[in-house]
């Protein structure tokens, strides 16, 4: 099976919420259209910080800070395996994140996170900032 390793920005605003986007359409039932903190893949030689920076100014257009680690989870999907490493993050150029991949997004509280259908390996993440 294969392995990915990704990182994920759970970004914060001033008022305490959290920025949610959820995932286009895909042939895998499991992902599509399932809610999920944004990030990327790690490449070569990137500090897991290095990429949820890349990652997000990609995704998002937005420049963040990635001020302290969560949780990394090890989670196996029916054909990949994905350890997810996250951080919180802020915004640091005072940006609204604009979708470039994504098909909405929201800004909630911790505990209106639940409302959300969430892909399973952003579950655990989810409970942590509960």
């Not at 994920?8 to 995932?23: H, M, P, S, T, Y």
């Not at 897991?48 to 257009?61: D, F, G, S, Y």
């Not at 802020?90 to 639940?114: A, F, G, V």
Request: overall charge negative.
């Amino acid at each position: 099976m294969k392995t990915i390793e990704v990182v994920a920005g759970i970004i914060l605003d001033e008022r305490g919420r959290i920025f949610c986007v959820q995932r286009g359409e895909s042939s895998k039932p499991y992902i599509s259209k399932k809610w999920e903190f944004p990030g990327g893949k790690l490449e070569a030689g990137e500090t897991r910080e290095e990429a949820l920076i890349r990652e997000l100014k990609e995704e998002l257009r937005i420049d963040v800070d990635p001020f302290e680690f969560v949780i990394t989870i090890d989670h196996s999907y029916p054909d990949f395996r994905l350890i997810m490493h996250s951080f919180k993050c802020r915004i640091l150029n005072d940006k609204e994140p604009e979708l470039t991949e994504h098909l909405q997004s929201k800004w909630l509280i911790p505990s209106d996170l639940d409302v959300l259908d969430w892909a399973a390996a952003d579950v655990p993440i989810v409970e942590a900032l509960k």
